[in-house]
């Protein structure tokens, strides 16, 4: 059967790139005799530095996001990656498979870095091989992402290769990225060339999952567009990356395309279409941040179900890293 694994960073900031990239795909892989995993990664989180009360209260809060945007912590294996020692065990193995001219060229580790590379954690390096341990200690078959994350999917199968090669076994499975939707890479408000991102200074930036409808409407109202009106198919889009994103953002809300929402608001100004995309971006957000205040006022039930979850997650993971020391020789118990 398939088996779904992805994860997200509480590293503060939740936004509409989560959402649309992510989570929302998280809710529609649910429930279709596909065994579903997600994760808050607690553990990629540190890769940079965070402020512990910070982590603790992002970690509750994202989780309230799965929760509120519909996954199911029954339906759903719904875990924080830390409480799952077996993700952290299979990576050291994995750091020991991959090498480092690999995690030295991921366009993520260069962005982040920066220019001072060398002052950068060891752990921002290998962030890679936790994030292919993360999914192979599932045997996960698929895992949903936006489109920043492809090259580390890649990374991902290529660790599993080279250690059934090593090995000499067919243990781990080539996964199969899935980066589907309207919106697979949502850009900053600001810029059109730059993704939206939890790390932006500027909020203006990004819609945050818990902003309310008053921020919502003006930070759409002054994103960035041209002075053109909207053209009537999804081809008028190229070089206008202010437009294709906010058409993006409209047509992922509406779980429609960029084609069938020009058919509709082509010819229309934007300050005409602003308000339109306002409001639905207000209709389908409020309600989960609505939601997502009503859990976080309760967060020992969260942490409840983060332990329930990692008890569930545990059956599945601690006999697939056991399997992989048999495999590389490790002795274990009697
Ligand atoms: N702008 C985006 N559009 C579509 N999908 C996005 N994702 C992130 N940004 C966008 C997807 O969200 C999932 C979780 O991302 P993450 O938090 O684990 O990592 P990230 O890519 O580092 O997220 P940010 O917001 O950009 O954080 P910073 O600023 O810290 O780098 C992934 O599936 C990702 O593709």
Same mark, same amino acid.
């Given at each position: ?104 060229? %991921? =366009?993520?580790?260069? +962005?982040?870095?920066? /220019?001072?590379?060398?002052? &950068? ?6 962030? @890679? $091989? ?78 945050? %999952? =818990?902003?309310?409808? +008053?921020?919502?409407? /003006?930070?759409?109202?002054? &994103? ?6 909207? @053209? $009537? ?102």
């Amino acid at each position: 059967t398939p088996r779904v694994f992805s994860g997200i960073q509480p590293s503060g900031n939740l936004h509409l790139g989560n959402y649309l990239g992510a989570i929302k795909r998280f809710v529609d892989m649910q429930g279709q005799g596909i065994e579903t995993v997600y994760c808050m990664v607690d553990l990629h989180a540190i890769t940079v530095w965070q402020d512990p009360a910070d982590l603790t209260r992002s970690t509750r809060e994202l989780c309230a996001g799965f929760i509120a945007s519909g996954i199911d912590p029954e339906q759903s294996i719904l875990i924080n990656q830390s409480q799952v020692p077996e993700h952290a065990q299979l990576a050291w193995v994995f750091n020991c498979v991959a090498r480092m001219g690999w995690m030295q060229r %991921m =366009t993520q580790f260069k +962005d982040k870095a920066g /220019k001072n590379a060398q002052n &950068a954690s060891l752990g921002l390096l290998a962030y @890679p $091989s936790l994030m292919a341990a993360d999914i192979l200690i599932y045997h996960a078959t698929h895992v949903p992402v936006g489109e920043d994350q492809k090259q580390h999917l890649e990374l991902t199968r290529d660790i599993a290769a080279k250690f059934n090669h090593d090995y000499g076994v067919d243990f781990f499975p080539l996964t199969e990225p899935v980066i589907e939707g309207a919106a697979t890479r949502v850009m900053s408000l600001r810029d059109g060339a730059r993704k939206m991102s939890k790390s932006d200074p500027s909020d203006m930036s990004r819609i945050n %999952m =818990t902003d309310d409808a +008053d921020t919502i409407a /003006k930070k759409i109202r002054k &994103a960035k567009t041209d002075p053109e009106p909207l @053209p $009537s198919e999804a081809a008028g889009l190229e070089d206008r990356p202010e437009a294709r994103n906010l058409v993006s953002i409209y047509a992922a809300l509406t779980d429609s395309d960029a084609d069938t929402v020009l058919a509709e608001m082509g010819g229309r100004q934007f300050s005409e279409f602003k308000p339109m995309l306002a409001e639905i971006a207000v209709e389908k957000l409020a309600p989960i941040s609505a939601e997502m205040a009503r859990l976080m006022a309760d967060p020992a039930e969260i942490d409840r179900i983060l332990t329930r979850g990692a008890q569930r997650a545990r059956e599945i993971t601690a006999p697939i890293l056991r399997r992989t020391y048999d495999i590389v020789g490790m002795v274990g118990p009697a």
